[in-house]
């Protein structure tokens, strides 16, 4: 099992990309159904990766091509 710092680091990280995919998502005037629906993925989804939950790789880069970023500007 991982030190409980490392798993503190891992939250943050998902929590930083999940904001930096609602600032993008509200950047661009897009809703959450309608990026959802672009990307191919339930709005539920969606709504679980900019609370900083859990998230598919495959997700991720469906979102980011979506938003005309690079996975990794959603990443860092």
């Known amino acids: 099992m991982p030190p409980a710092d490392q798993q503190q680091w891992i939250t943050d990280a998902l929590r930083a990309t999940g904001d930096r995919i609602r ?3 509200l950047h661009e005037n897009m809703t959450q159904e309608s990026l959802a ?4 993925i339930d709005r539920s989804t969606l709504q679980r990766m900019e609370a900083g939950k859990e998230m598919k ?3 991720l880069l469906l979102v980011a091509h979506e938003l005309r970023v690079h996975v990794t500007d959603l990443l860092h």
Do not use: D
């Open 23 to 25: 600032v993008r998502r």
């Open 37 to 40: 629906h672009l990307a191919g």
């Open 57 to 59: 790789l495959s997700h």
